[in-house]
């Protein structure tokens, strides 16, 4: 039943992603989420951000953000980075990573997400059928539903980690 909330991957931080090397399997898109993914909730673009996205435009990789938040936050954001984009998405309704995938004339094979919330993000990833990766929050400080929310998936991703520790003892 957890299995379902599962990444398919998950680090510390999006900025340590090796996109040359999924690039080179095949990915040709990436969904990314924006708020505690990409910067601290709330915040324009810093330069991390900013050369991450000049980085992956260099590699070949296309880009769409995807965040519930409203326009004027999402819109804003996806200028400083120039970046395609969807608001109020409704992770994690897979309607919207469709679209999103259409956008970057993507697929799920050729696709890639990067979220740092397991219910909405990830969730919706793999409803979607997408290689999801979960990155851990930037910043501790977020909304009080947020913080509700990261006391279940902190039980989630107890079992997960379980899981992967077993499974790599298989490969021992």
Avoid: W
């Avoid at 469709?98 to 919330?117: I, N, P, R, S, Y």
């Avoid at 993000?121 to 947020?146: C, M, S, T």
């Amino acid at each position: 039943m957890l299995k379902q909330f599962y990444p398919k991957e998950y680090v510390d931080s999006t900025y340590q992603i090796p996109f040359k090397e999924f690039y080179k399997k095949g990915i040709r898109g990436v969904i990314f989420d924006i708020d505690n993914t990409l910067v601290p909730h709330g915040l324009p673009a810093d330069k991390r951000a900013l050369e991450l996205f000049l980085e992956l435009r260099a590699i070949g990789l296309d880009t769409c953000l995807l965040s519930n938040n409203k326009e004027p936050r999402v819109a804003s954001f996806a200028r400083q980075v120039d970046s395609k984009y969807i608001y109020k998405s409704g992770k994690p309704s897979v309607k919207n990573y469709l679209k999103a995938m259409e956008m970057m004339h993507t697929d799920k094979q050729t696709t890639l997400f990067v979220g740092d919330q397991l219910f909405t993000d990830v969730y919706g990833a793999n409803r979607a059928g997408i290689y999801g990766i979960l990155v851990k929050p930037i910043h501790p400080k977020e909304e009080i539903q947020i913080v509700m929310k990261r006391k279940l998936e902190a039980v989630v991703l107890h079992f997960y980690k379980k899981e992967m520790q077993k499974g790599q003892g298989q490969h021992d």
